[in-house]
């Protein structure tokens, strides 16, 4: 049987090897005639491996240990200090067979180890082996930077939905750290007329473009007021059409949870309704927190999941200086370091302690979650929205 069957079309794999011996290198060249599909290149000077790896950028290393002028193993550990030849293939082709030099070598970086001279066919299969996970890890990794692109082109544009922070009777100032993934977040408040803001934050189920693309379409869906009628004024009418507007049914089996909220300065009240979001929090200077939403009555369940799901609105006063928080799951939804998820009722009552030590709550929030998590990024999509009514 034939080793290279099946892989007679790929582009020849480059095999450089380093051994200070032409004789070694002749040999191996020989043994590789019958397989015109493997390129070999040598070079018989330790002091020019680096650089001739550079110039040749091989599938595979084959690599001598004791040369007059480089320490084999040396080479090996430089070979993995350069970025660019990190996950470069590397097979140690050396005469010592002591169990501890094989250790070092593994400990060091390298991917194999054979006594030369090997026999041919062990040496060509472990080449191809090698060259051919090595060519499948650069794809990998092509798919993945362009996916990466992508989704960091998609969190710019939802982003760039975001309207900016406002100052006046309403003040807002918001946070959104997208995923490494990019979940479905969204946000958004816009004046309905001179006396009444609309405040709403959605998240859509699962990562990447699928989801920000449907986040997308829902807030554009309520920024041009495209609801099949529905009035703007009545929360729980809102999230009605847009339970009927987006069935998961049609959207690739996705749903979204949402908050939604109609701020009345000449009428000092909110309006809320929640469809299987987590629960506002507003803050009243000298009164009590209170959790708008959550598992009260006017909470339906998630956006889409259900045709004709019942979506109630409730009012709560809105005091001078009250201060509303709406947020994603992402800020809360975080592994603690007992292995037990962080609590909402924690998370709430830190948005409370915040609150009341003036500006910069957001971004002291934002600060809390990141050190419960002990890392710097977001396992999901992280969005707080605070709104301040003077």
Known sequence: MNIAAGIADETPMRVLIVDDQPIIAEAVRRMLL???NIQLIACNKGSEALAKVAEVDPDVILQDLVMPDADGLELVSAYRRNPALARTPLIVLSVKEEPSIKAEAFARGANDYLVKLPDPLELIARIQYHARANRAQKERDEVFNALRAELDSAAHYVQSLIPEPIEGRVRTRWAFVPSASLGGDSFG??????NRMAIYLLDVCGHGVGPALLSVSVMNAMQVNALGGADLGDPGAVLS?????????????????????VADLSRRELKYSSGGHPPALLYTPGGTDK???????????????????????????LL?????????DGIHEIMQEDGTC???ETFLANVSEEVRKGDGSVERLIARSRLIGKRTDFEDDVSLLEVTFE
């Not at 408040?189 to 001179?194: A, F, N, T, V």
């Not at 708008?292 to 409730?314: C, K, Q, V």
């Open 189 to 194: 408040y816009h004046w309905l007329d001179e």
């Open 320 to 328: 001078p200086g009250a201060q509303l928080f709406v947020y994603s």
């Open 342 to 344: 962080w609590p909402l």
């Open 291 to 317: 959790e708008l939403g959550g598992n009260e009555d006017i909470s339906g369940p998630m956006i889409g999941a259900f045709s004709g799901a019942p979506y109630g609105t409730a009012t709560t006063a």
């Open 241 to 261: 059409a847009l339970n009927e507007m987006f069935p998961m049914s049609k959207h690739n089996g996705m749903f979204f949870t949402m908050w939604y909220g």
């Open 34 to 36: 019958p397989h015109p």
